[in-house]
């Protein structure tokens, strides 16, 4: 089958190349295992740190990419034949099951698309079939595809450690990436107040669009200002405050925790900004934090128990993914990589596999 593998770039070893390859199709080597053949991948912003070899070992030969979708063409055991043929998506969190804290056997934890484990911008995968889930009935394959890893990260991040409720204020900063666009949605539709940050007013336009209450620029230094002058606007009766920040960029972290409540939140899920830019990832005063009383958590992706919960959520509220972009065959991964780089989009970046899917 043909994939797209990651391999070392000796012309610039700081970002490995991607090329499309042929490789040998998965076989099934687990008991339930089961065969998918991919409609569609998307990528994820990890999918581009993995080639700037951000992850521990080089990882050359991996598969890259951990979401995918597509139809089930063979089975292992006897009992899972009544799957063959059935749409599904594919839940990247592998060896989680469902510890509120993370994962039970940490050292077991990994994501799909990274060496052992496989990835999804491939023509076939092999993974157990408890990782494989009915794609919800208003969506398609490609938007199947655009679900597992960012929206599993926004719901833990919002719900499982944001606590967040209807009636919050939440701030989701940098709207224009992959897991803040599901944070979201998820918010609007559990009825909580949303404000985001972005580097683009265009960006911040779109979001208000999706339900958010506004959003400021954190490109603009008095973004704190600008948005409690929003705050103000939208609830006169009450301390321009936010509840929770979900935050993946860590930039800027003294002027976010400026704009929260006494005993607020910031979940973080990424350090996007120190990779892009170092100045702009100064560690937070901790005077800050103790004088707001602040909560710091730390979060990731979530457990098979958080995604369930999650897809029941998105067929409730027949909740559509953003895509920004699709990208038509695996020869074309390349132009999707290079859009995640310069990070213009707003929303999952898919690439089609198979285009009868
Ligand atoms: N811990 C985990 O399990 C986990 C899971 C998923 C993702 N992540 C991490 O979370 C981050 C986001 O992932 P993603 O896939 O959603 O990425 P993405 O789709 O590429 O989005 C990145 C977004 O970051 C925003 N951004 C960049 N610099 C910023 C800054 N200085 N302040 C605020 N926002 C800034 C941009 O928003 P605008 O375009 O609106 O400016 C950009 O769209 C990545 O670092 C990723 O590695 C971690």
């Known amino acids: 089958m043909r994939a797209i593998v990651l391999r070392p770039n000796t012309a610039d070893p700081a970002y490995a190349n991607a090329p499309l390859e042929e490789v040998p199709k998965p076989e099934l080597v687990g008991d339930r295992d089961v065969l998918v053949r991919l409609g569609a991948a998307a990528l994820n912003h990890r999918d581009v740190w993995i080639r700037h070899g951000a992850y521990p070992t080089p990882g050359h030969g991996s598969i890259l990419a951990a979401d995918g979708a597509g139809i089930v063409e063979d089975v292992k055991h006897a009992e899972d034949e009544g799957l063959i043929g059935n749409q599904v998506l594919i839940n990247c969190s592998i060896n989680w099951d469902s510890a509120p804290e993370g994962p039970e056997i940490p050292e077991k934890y990994g994501l799909l698309g990274y060496a052992p484990l496989p990835g999804t911008l491939a023509e076939y995968i092999a993974i157990d079939r408890k990782y494989i889930h009915a794609i919800p009935e208003h969506l398609s394959v490609l938007e199947g595809a655009a679900i597992p890893l960012a929206s599993l990260t926004a719901w833990r991040a919002l719900f499982s450690r944001g606590e967040a409720k209807a009636g919050d204020r939440v701030l989701i900063t940098g709207i224009g990436g992959g897991v803040a666009l599901f944070a979201l949605q998820f918010a609007v539709a559990a009825g909580i107040e949303v404000y985001v940050t972005s580097s683009s007013d265009a960006k911040i336009a779109k979001a208000v669009e999706l339900g958010a209450k506004g959003g400021v620029n954190y490109r603009e230094a008095t973004w704190p200002v600008a948005l409690k002058e929003l705050l103000k606007k939208n609830r006169p009766d009450s301390k321009p405050e936010i509840d929770t920040i979900v935050d993946g960029a860590a930039s800027g972290v003294d002027a ?18 120190s990779r892009t830019d170092p100045s702009s ?74 285009p009868s899917q």
């Open 256 to 273: 976010m925790i400026s704009t929260l409540r006494l005993g607020g939140r910031v979940v973080n899920y990424g350090v996007t900004s």
């Open 281 to 354: 990832a100064k560690a937070p005063s901790y005077a800050q934090i103790f004088f707001r009383q602040a909560d710091w958590r730390g979060t990731t992706m979530g457990s098979a128990r958080e995604f369930r919960d999650c897809l029941a959520f998105i067929e409730k509220h027949k909740l559509k993914p953003i895509i920004a972009d699709v990208f038509q065959g695996l020869e074309n991964a390349e132009k999707a990589f290079e859009k995640m780089k310069n990070g213009s989009q707003f929303g999952k970046l898919v690439v089609q596999i198979a």
